[in-house]
Each structure stands twice: as structure tokens, then as C-alpha cells.
């Protein structure tokens, strides 16, 4: 049973960081292209950031280039993205996903709130 599993999300002032992580089970993780979504209310949801499974090159939404950072862990199942200057409409669930030719799986997402 393939298991996405995000944490790492909370209430942050705005210019502040966080964390989140992914850890992946059921799946060779290596193999996947990983990748951070995330979802305003009332809005579609929306790539944030990749890295591929091979290499580890990565692709970033224009609106988090240069204030975020994808990362992987092979030996630990677990991707991660680094958020920096956070901002109020950085306010979304994001979720974890996994993506391998016909494969794609989901987290449940973890609350990422940017309020003073």
C-alpha cells in the first residue's frame, strides 16, 4: 500500500520559514519524480515545486522561485521542501505527490497558515 505521508505545516508570521517533509512508503522512491502542489481555498491547485527521481533536477512555480527549496532523501523515503519570506498568499494545504509513467499518488496534505 503506497503511503504519502507530509508534516511540517503550521501557523508562520510573514517573511518567516518552514519545513515541510514527505516520507513515502509502497513505492520505489528513487524512481519517482517528486512533487509539492499545494491548494488555496477556493483556488485550483497548483505545482510548486519538482525534483526528478533521476539526477535530481528540480522545477519551480514562478510564484515560490527563489524563496523555496525541493530536496530529496533516497536513503530515507523523504522529500522536502524549504519555504523562505513567506508570504499571506502562501496560505494553502500542500500536498505531497509521487509520479512514476501511469503512477501518481497523493498525500493528504498538511495546513500551511502565513497570518501576523
Known amino acids: 500500500q503506497v503511503q504519502l505521508v507530509e508534516s511540517g505545516g503550521g501557523l508562520v508570521q510573514p517573511g518567516g520559514s518552514l519545513r515541510l517533509s514527505c516520507v513515502a512508503s509502497?513505492?520505489?522512491?528513487?524512481?519517482?519524480?517528486m512533487s509539492w502542489y499545494r491548494q488555496a481555498p477556493g483556488k485550483e491547485r497548483e505545482l510548486v515545486a519538482r525534483?526528478?527521481?533521476?539526477?535530481?533536477?528540480?522545477n519551480y512555480a514562478d510564484s515560490m522561485k527563489g524563496r523555496s527549496t525541493i530536496s530529496r532523501d533516497n536513503a530515507k523515503n523523504t522529500v522536502y521542501l524549504q519555504m523562505n519570506s513567506l508570504k499571506p498568499e502562501d496560505t494553502a494545504v500542500y500536498y505531497c505527490?509521487?509520479?512514476?509513467?501511469?503512477?501518481?499518488?497523493w498525500g493528504k496534505g498538511t495546513l500551511v497558515t502565513v497570518s501576523s
Open positions: 525534483i526528478f527521481g533521476a539526477g535530481g533536477s528540480t
Open positions: 505527490n509521487a509520479q512514476l509513467i501511469f503512477m501518481n499518488y
Open positions: 509502497g513505492i520505489t522512491f528513487g524512481s519517482y519524480t
